[in-house]
């Protein structure tokens, strides 16, 4: 059982946007802006997209945006592309025994 | 650019000791929160612990007792050990780094995997 919760799988058609939710407690997510976003392709390391609830590393394209309201956190994929098909992971500060926690993770599926 | 690379034994037997060591290339281990994060086969990602590097360490409560994490500065690695190990700690095992300025992992290792088997 995750800390965080994530729907486990989403799909969407190239050229659409989707989005992905995150939904904590306001011992994480609620009350910490350190939520940050990894994208993982099959057979591959986690990949940092978006850090700090919003902000993109450089590099990463800007079709990738975060959002947080209250104790759930989203990441938005606009203008979804076949490369986009992967595992994207959500991950908070935690002020519980763990201090980083993770979800359980979200299969996107570009039709 | 930073590189992380781990290395250990592919296989483990239940009840001994998992040991891996992540190598740093091109960075300093200093101001930053080594972590070792596993991802057991198709399942989700689990914080194991860090060791920061004046060697201060804290670890995920549920394998906080059979958990070690240690650093050499001489050789720009961190290491894991788990204990009496178990089916269960099977998974791929990832080394990466916080920096201390930051709240996220932005370099990995590519990952190993470790089996539990006898």
């Known amino acids: 059982q995750s800390a965080l919760t994530q729907p486990a799988s989403v799909s969407g058609s190239p050229g659409q946007s989707i989005t992905i939710s995150c939904t904590g407690t306001?011992?994480?997510?609620?009350?910490?802006?350190?939520v940050s976003w990894y994208q993982q392709h099959p057979g591959k390391a986690p990949k940092l997209i978006i850090y700090?609830?919003?902000n993109r590393p450089s590099g990463v394209s800007d079709r990738f945006s975060g959002s947080k309201s209250g104790n759930t956190a989203s990441l938005i994929i606009s203008g979804l592309q076949a490369g986009d098909e992967a595992d994207y992971y959500c991950?908070?500060?935690?002020?519980?025994?763990?201090?980083?926690?993770f979800g359980g993770g979200t299969k996107l599926t570009v039709l | 650019q930073v590189q992380l690379q781990e290395s250990g034994p592919g296989r483990v037997r239940p009840s001994e000791t998992l040991s891996l060591t992540c190598t740093v290339s091109?960075?300093?281990?200093?101001?930053?929160?080594w972590t070792w994060i596993r991802q057991p086969p198709g399942k989700g990602l689990e914080f194991i612990g860090y060791?920061?590097?004046?060697?201060?360490?804290n670890s995920n409560p549920s394998l906080k007792s059979r958990v070690t994490i240690s650093l050499d500065t001489s050789k720009n690695q961190f290491s894991l050990n788990l204990r009496s190990v178990t089916a269960a700690d099977t998974a791929v095992y990832y080394c990466?780094?916080?920096?201390?300025?930051?709240?996220?992992?932005?370099?990995w290792g590519q990952g190993t995997l470790v089996t539990v088997s006898s």
């Open positions: 990466a780094r916080m920096s201390d300025s930051t709240w996220y992992w932005d370099y």
């Open positions: 091109d960075g300093s281990l200093s101001n930053n929160y």
């Open positions: 060791i920061y590097s004046t060697g201060s360490t």
């Open positions: 306001s011992s994480d997510v609620g009350n910490y802006d350190y």
């Open positions: 700090d609830v919003n």
């Open positions: 991950s908070s500060y935690s002020s519980t025994s763990t201090p980083w926690v």
